[in-house]
RNA sequence: GGCGGCGUACCCAAGUGGUUAAGGGAGAGGUCUGCAAAACCUCGAUGCAUCGGUUCGAAUCCGAUCGCCGCCU
């Protein structure tokens, strides 16, 4: 509040809005039928997709994740799909400056860009950007996190209101990653998390999109979901786990739902039932996180997939041509 | 038809006369700036099958009715 100055300093409106470039965006839940979806709708478009789902883009993720396959791939040029080993990490700053560099080359090639995914951070930052702060740091991160495993998360979110009041006021003491990712950003460059949040404030804009995202009544969508899981363990997704596993894997692949249920039960810690119990059930909340997400984007054009894509491609067709005004920046 | 048991939220369930009816599951709503398929926050019965009665006071006791379950004929 207090800087409020400093930050409409900081936020040149962008005059040139409508010179910048057009991509698209297809957004919804897991199971809301993104990728049939957004690969008609390419084709017809003249399109390249660009992946923004957080877990497609490992190799060797491709069952559970419900991956475009090779066919449709061929169909319509996919990029950042396979692109990571499931022991490499990727953030959101890194993932961006990925998503960004794609768009470019899409459009360097004369063709529309069009994102498709539900990862809602993810998708904010290809958007809007990320602060320009330091990257994690794991050593320092690590020594923090071991620190607030002694003094317990409120301790820690005492010593943040520190040294930044802002921040702290924020996060909740009971939410240690963002409080470590705080102390972390201080503890590397002196300067409080928050006036970077503030300085950058979303606003760095590199093009024009249009959203469009697939909605389904609730019970609908949790049916599809539940019904989908059980055609991944047809499809043989035991065993794509087992292979993760067998790889010495031990990051994000195996911490992903419907994996780490898997790999449960494959340690003999519950049965397949349970685990395929399990897995339907964080799925349905994924899902329920990710309508959170989207309700909060106010721009997004909503549409139900039965409708079929004749609707979302006139509004592209539209933007992608003329500009229809639709974009949110 | 008779006898017995049971009926508390979407589900399971504690409570057997005395402040605002435990708890769990499922579900709903929300937050989100470098692990995001992560992490974190918040939330359901003016109501105990129904009606009537006893009592200062009833989910708890009594009666009737309805429903479910079991046994018997």
Redesign the pocket.
């Known amino acids: 509040m207090k800087q409020a100055v400093a930050k409409s300093e900081v936020l040149p409106h962008p005059t040139a809005a409508g010179m910048r470039p057009r991509v698209g965006f297809i957004v919804g839940p ?1 199971g809301a039928g993104k990728t049939a979806f957004a690969i008609e709708l390419a084709e017809r478009l003249g399109a390249e997709i660009v992946n923004a ?4 883009i490992y190799r060797g ?1 491709d069952i ?3 991956k475009p396959a090779v066919s449709e791939r061929a169909r319509v040029r996919h990029h950042l799909i396979d692109i990571l080993e499931p022991n490499q ?7 961006a400056r990925l998503a960004r560099g794609a768009i470019g080359d899409v459009i360097a090639r004369g063709k529309r860009p069009l994102v498709v995914g ?5 998708l ?2 290809v958007r809007r ?8 740091a794991p050593g320092l ?1 690590a020594e923090i ?1 071991a620190r607030a495993v002694r003094q317990g998360s409120p301790q820690m979110h005492r010593r943040l209101g520190e040294i930044d009041p802002e921040a702290a006021a ?1 996060i ?1 003491p ?5 409080i ?2 705080a102390l972390e ?1 201080y503890e590397l460059t002196g300067a409080p ?1 928050s006036r ?3 300085e ?3 606003a760095d804009r590199e093009f024009e999109s249009l959203t469009v995202g697939l909605m389904l009544a ?1 019970a609908e969508l ?1 049916a599809a979901i539940d019904r989908r899981f059980d055609t991944m363990i047809a499809a043989g997704l035991v065993e794509e786990v087992a292979a993760l596993m067998a790889a010495g894997n031990q990051g ?1 692949p195996l ?5 780490r249920e898997i790999a449960a039960y494959l340690r003999g810690e519950i049965t397949l039932e349970r685990a395929i119990e399990l897995a339907k ?6 899902a ?6 989207f ?2 984007e106010r721009e997004t054009v909503w549409i139900e997939p039965r409708e079929g894509v004749g609707r979302a491609l006139r509004l592209f067709e539209d933007f992608f041509a003329h500009g229809s005004g639709a974009g949110d920046g």
């Open positions: 897991t789902d957080s877990r497609q993720m559970g994740t419900a990490a990727i953030n959101a700053a890194e993932f539900g990862s809602g951070l993810y904010r930052v950007g990320i602060f320009s702060g330091p990257a994690a991160r996190l924020r909740h009971n939410d240690l990653k963002r470590v990712r950003v998390i970077y949040h503030r950058h404030a979303f609730r949790y994000p911490s992903s739902i419907g994996y059930r964080e799925s349905r909340r994924l329920k996180r990710q309508l959170t997400w309700r909060a």
